[in-house]
């Protein structure tokens, strides 16, 4: 009787239901959108210390990030990743001028920037398999704000909640 | 109602996965000594930035003295710091304790590959550093590290340890 309360009419119906359910769960978001905690404020405000971010790992099995693109970058294995928004491609020269972002000279647009800090940063070349990732959060003293190139292999997906 | 051949299965597995369990744990392989040295270096760093100071922080001094091997380098280019040899890394620990830098260091997705001659080890790990600010917000610092450990007298002392640059 306390099994037909748990478990229903039909237990092993249920029980498999539940089996898939399971099943289905550690596919999701074992392998396809892996569930990521913020922390640390180099994404704000976008992205603000505890929000609860999905990266979806398929994002780039047959191309590369777009500029834009909030993605997730692994340390030393996908326990603890680094999330930055890519802002330079591949083969692209990248510096920052009082602030302001320019891509191969030209300044890049940054709606999701609230605030600035006038940073300065060295022009750099990005390589052909790298891409230019900095945080959302420019009112931050630059030393504090870890940025720059990373290696494509590293980028585990795109963040997509 | 489970059928008798599988309810042998079912056991015949739990027990080969509690005999698996039992042994890994009385016989660790030298891969496993290795990650848990790590993790006594993580929690003797811990315990040398806790509050209070004094008496507790000397005995996680000896601790740490004794995780160390003689010519150890750290080195974290991105910081421009290098510090050779123990006495000088046992002198930095205890001013950054003095200091009042206060978290709590652990490593996560650990790699550990031991040499051929069992005498060293090369670990890639995440080291994660949490805390609390000035402010009072919770604090996490998270960066990857190359560790290199070497054995002494049956115990494995690390010898180098090194920040990578993920971002260049």
Redesign the interface.
Known sequence: MLASIWLGANPRRTLARGLALVAVSLVLFGVVLKPIRA??VSMAPTHE?GDLLLCYALAYRSSGPARGDVVA?R??????V?V?RVVGLPGEAVRIASGVVEIDGVPLDEPYVRRRQPWTYDEVRVGADEYF?IGDNRSMAMPLH?????DRR?ILGRIVW | MVRRPVAAALALAAAALGAWVLWGWLWPDEAARVKAAADRLARTVTALAEPGGGVGQLAALDDLRELLAEDVVLDAPRRSLRVDGRDAVLALAAASASGGRRGVLSFTDVGVTVAGDAQSAAVTATAQVSGRGADGRAELDAFEVELEFVRAGGTWLLRRARTVDVLR
């Not at chain 1, 340390?75 to 603890?80: D, H, K, M, N, S």
């Not at chain 1, 870890?146 to 990373?150: M, S």
């Open positions: 922390s640390g210390p970058i340390l030393a294995g996908p326990g603890v680094m930055k990732v870890d940025f720059g190139r990373v590293r």
